[in-house]
């Protein structure tokens, strides 16, 4: 599972540990949706320059399966 943006970041929560090991949960730096106190509403546009490695991590796991 790829999160982009995760808004439960932004009150200090996280995804739950049964899932973390095929989680994949990115943050952009600055991005006011999953970082407190941040205000960088444009960081929030950006997740598409993560998409690459998001489908390579995918991929693995579903070799991996």
């Known amino acids: 599972m790829t ?3 995760n808004p439960i970041r932004a009150i200090g929560r996280t995804v739950p540990p ?3 090991s095929r ?3 990115v943050c ?3 991005d ?4 407190a106190g941040a205000v960088n509403i444009v ?3 950006l997740y ?3 998409a690459p490695g998001a489908a390579r991590f995918v ?3 579903v070799r991996g399966a």
């Open 59 to 61: 991929a693995g796991k």
């Open 32 to 35: 006011p949706v999953c970082e």
């Open 3 to 5: 999160l982009f943006g």
């Open 18 to 20: 049964e899932y973390l």
């Open 28 to 30: 952009q730096d600055g």
């Open 43 to 45: 960081a929030h546009l």
């Open 48 to 50: 598409f320059l993560d």
């Open 23 to 25: 989680t994949l949960d």
